[in-house]
């Protein structure tokens, strides 16, 4: 690959442009579906304030929260008390960027519909308070008992912690926790979040008993009840509420990140990184719980779709260690359990586990089954990639990538499935169950699978030569086909479904889906045969590439520049003496280019990594603090601070993400 160079004066002029985009915040066009926006009748309320009062006036029509102070000083807090008693129903806000809205209590409940309508998930967050005695809620609570839409979009939702469960006052018994620790959606709403992160909530632990342990509260990021829509979202780092321990342990809460009512549709969003709750532990000779079961997505009974998605790094509950001879089982689903009907299109199901099972007096628990899916009803996958999932425990789960259970209907057409495992003397690595195939399916171990139907072109027992999971484009990372992957141009277009979201926006819904997972500008069909798996085409050898300057002094150097002045190396480790730094903290920030490097929606800058290594081959890593793509150029720039303790010399440099390493160039420290 040809190396990319720069002169310094290129430098300048690149940060210069660079550095702007600080003042320029641009959603990613890269697949993102458009909603129409209908102007309200009545003009909307605008947040102004940061603070957290209440409306002084309800029902005025106007939302104010300081009379001594001109104009209208409207909070959040003020702005949804109007909305549940007057016509105007949405909500707008005037901040400065990356603002904070830091609660001290829960926001009155929304009573009927509204529209939320944030400047961006990276631009403006709504927090419970994390200082102590900060009471336990979550964010948004719907309750309405009629039929209405709402939406929410442009905001990150963090911190929501709902209540324990007690224990009564015979202390037999535990209550269960609360569910819904980010957000709350009644059996009537219609609920649409677009752009919408929910991380760091959590659902409430069951209460104690020596008798009964309390269950563990259910959805940690969203407790859906009714109809939700997830659309360029993520929802990740969520906890359902762990069981009660007592003379018999309660079950942990299900759906670590979101519970499915009576329908859930995911589109072009990412589940990841979120934890069923554990079982409680039991007394001597009584059962422990059984760990909560869903570690991303709990689908209930309801109609379930995902489109365009990544389910990635979810992890069901652990069984409670039992007061008699066995443990209780870990919870089953570790990415999805999915009781109701549930089509997949275009999707990655990956990393994800179950809980292992309790300890005994004599044995471990059972493990949870399926790693990455436990399916109990009719699951249809079409063109999607399931790899790199797994069961644990003692005594095994089975499904490391897809359990179906007895009377469930599995229907696989176009789809990869494969590299997921279960620990020695377990069962079914990639499938367990029976499983219809419509063919052009891709399994690397059919072990433990009935499989029926169609089976002429599955390709089964090779490597599918995937790359980890990564940023390969798109809102969502993926599992990228290496060259001369199997998969490659070995799928079938007859089998590619309608285009039921009109995902290009073209107003035609019967066409074949034209997208694939990354969206816009990656074609589902490339050299005229669609490829197995959700992804297109060779993707995953694209390396990270760190920008090189050739003006010298030293060969191989990096393109890298201080962030305030915008010299090149070397480069101080304190900055003291330069005016333009008016922080306390004085360490030099510098500047890198890095080529293949794109963040998904609400990735954090700390999943970027830069090393530095010295001449003595000694390495230290530090974390990225700021990581944004370049305006009209095709790669980002990651600012990281010099560490205090790093000794004057000439370093290596290298760039960090997830599984990747950039090529190194020099660089010097005075």
Not at 37 to 54: H, K, S
Not at 294 to 307: N, P, Q
Not at 448 to 457: E, P, S
């Amino acid at each position: 690959m040809t190396k990319q160079f720069f002169s310094q004066s290129q430098n300048v002029v690149i940060a210069v442009i660079c550095l702007m985009s600080f003042l320029v915040s641009a959603a990613p066009a890269s697949r993102r579906i458009t909603i129409a926006r209908v102007e309200p009748l009545f003009a909307a309320y605008v947040v102004n304030t940061l603070g957290d009062a209440a409306d002084i006036n309800v029902g005025d029509g106007r939302c104010d929260t300081d009379a001594g102070v001109d104009g209208d000083q409207c909070t959040l807090r003020g702005a949804i008390q109007e909305v549940n008693v007057g016509v105007t129903k949405e909500i707008n806000f005037s901040l400065p960027p990356h603002s904070i809205i830091t609660l001290d209590s829960a926001l009155p409940d929304i009573s009927g519909a509204i529209s939320v309508v944030g400047p961006g998930s990276n631009t403006l967050t709504v927090q419970r308070n994390s200082a102590g005695g900060t009471p336990n809620f979550r964010i948004f609570t719907f309750v309405s008992n009629v039929a209405v839409n709402s939406t929410i979009s442009g905001l990150t939702i963090t911190n929501g912690r709902v209540a324990d469960g007690g224990t009564s006052s015979d202390g037999q018994f535990g209550s269960n926790g609360v569910s819904g620790g980010g957000i709350l959606n009644p059996t009537n709403e219609t609920l649409t979040l677009i752009d919408l992160v929910v991380t760091g909530n959590r659902a409430g632990n069951g209460g104690a008993g020596t008798g009964f342990g309390g269950s563990g509260g259910t959805g940690g990021g969203i407790l859906n009840s009714g109809k939700l829509v997830l659309m360029n979202s993520v929802v990740t780092n969520n906890r359902a509420g762990n069981g009660g321990a007592g003379g018999s342990g309660a079950n942990g809460g299900n759906a670590g990140g979101v519970t499915g009512g009576s329908s859930l549709i995911i589109i072009n969003s990412t589940i990841s990184n979120n934890f069923a709750g554990d079982g409680g532990n039991a007394a001597p000779g009584a059962p422990g719980g059984p760990g909560g079961r869903g570690g991303g997505i709990s689908g209930g009974g309801g109609v379930f779709t995902i489109v365009g998605s990544t389910i990635s790094g979810n992890r069901s509950g652990k069984g409670g260690n039992g007061g008699g001879f066995s443990g209780a089982q870990g919870g089953d689903g570790g990415g999805i359990l999915s009781q109701g009907p549930l089509n997949m299109v275009n999707s990655t199901v990956s990393n994800n586990i179950t809980g292992d099972g309790g300890s005994g007096t004599r044995d471990g628990g059972l493990g949870g089954y399926g790693g990455a899916i436990y399916n109990q009803n009719f699951l249809n996958i079409t063109n999607c990639t399931i790899a790199e999932n797994q069961t644990q425990g003692f005594f095994p789960g089975l499904g490391g990538g897809i359990y179906n259970f007895t009377g469930g209907t599995v229907t696989l057409k176009n789809t990869l499935i494969a590299n997921n495992t279960v620990p020695a003397g377990g069962n079914g690595p990639d499938l367990s169950g029976t499983y219809n195939s419509q063919d052009y399916n891709l399994i690397r171990n059919t072990s433990g699978a009935t499989i029926n139907g169609f089976t002429t072109h599955n390709v089964t027992g090779v490597n599918p030569q995937l790359g980890p999971l990564a940023n390969n484009g798109g809102l969502t990372q993926t599992h990228g086909l290496l060259t001369g992957s199997p998969a490659l141009d070995a799928a079938n277009n007859a089998s590619l479904p309608a285009d039921e979201f009109d995902l290009d926006n073209d107003g035609n819904k019967a066409e074949p889906v034209p997208f694939d997972q990354r969206g816009a500008t990656f074609s589902r069909v490339v050299n005229g045969t669609v490829d197995i798996g959700a992804v297109e085409g060779v993707t995953g050898s694209v390396p990270m590439q760190l920008l090189l300057d050739t003006s010298g002094p030293a060969a191989n150097q990096v393109a890298a520049l201080d962030s305030l002045i915008f010299f090149r190396d070397p480069f101080p480790v304190f900055n003291s003496g330069n005016f333009l730094n008016t922080s306390p903290d004085k360490n030099t920030r510098v500047i890198v280019f890095v080529r293949n490097l794109q963040l998904s929606t609400g990735e954090p800058a700390s999943s970027v990594v830069v090393s530095l290594t010295d001449g003595n081959n000694q390495s230290s890593d530090i974390v990225a603090e700021d990581v944004r793509p370049c305006p009209s150029a095709d790669f980002a720039q990651v600012t990281f601070r010099l560490p205090n303790s790093l000794p004057a010399g000439t370093y290596l440099l290298a760039v960090k993400w997830h599984a990747q390493l950039s090529n190194s160039g020099s660089i010097k420290i005075k």
